[in-house]
C-alpha cells in the first residue's frame, strides 16, 4: 500500500482545511487508518482514526468536536475536514495506514506512512 497525503496550506485561525489520504493497493479497504502530526521540536501525536468499513472513528481530545473522519473505500480515500483551526494545530499532518484500530492511538502499530502534508495556521 503506498499513500498519499494532500490538502495541507496556510489557513487563518478559525478557518477550515480538509486533508485527502489516496490510497494504492486493494488492501487498503481492509484496514484501519489513522491520521497523526508532528510539530517542530514535538513528537508525532495521534489526531484520529477510522476503522476499515467506516463505522467507527476516534479523536484525539484535543480535536474532538473540530475534526471529521471519513472514508470512501471505492476511491481509496481517507478524509480528514478540520474546522475551527487553532494556531496549535500548525504541524505536518501524515496518514498511516496497515494497523489495527484496537492500536489506532500507537504510531508504531501501522505499517504504511504517507509523505506528510504541512499545515500552517497563523494568529
Known amino acids: 500500500v503506498q499513500l498519499q497525503a494532500s490538502g495541507g496550506g496556510l489557513v487563518q485561525a478559525g478557518g477550515s482545511l480538509r486533508l485527502s489520504c489516496a490510497a494504492s493497493?486493494?488492501?487498503?479497504?481492509?484496514?484501519?487508518v489513522g491520521w497523526f502530526r508532528q510539530a517542530p521540536g514535538k513528537e508525532r501525536e495521534f489526531v484520529s482514526a477510522?476503522?476499515?468499513?467506516?463505522?467507527?472513528?476516534d479523536y484525539a481530545d484535543s480535536v474532538k468536536g473540530r475534526f471529521t473522519i471519513s472514508r470512501d473505500n471505492e476511491k481509496n480515500t481517507v478524509y480528514l475536514q478540520m474546522n475551527s483551526l487553532k494556531p496549535e494545530d500548525t504541524a505536518v499532518y501524515y496518514c498511516?495506514?496497515?494497523?489495527?484500530?484496537?492500536?489506532?492511538?500507537?504510531?508504531?502499530?501501522?505499517?504504511?506512512w504517507g509523505q506528510g502534508t504541512q499545515v500552517t495556521v497563523s494568529s
Open positions: 498511516a495506514a496497515g494497523g489495527s484500530y484496537s492500536s489506532r492511538t500507537n504510531s508504531r502499530a501501522y505499517i504504511y
Open positions: 493497493g486493494r488492501t487498503f479497504s481492509s484496514t484501519a
Open positions: 477510522i476503522s476499515y468499513s467506516g463505522g467507527t472513528r
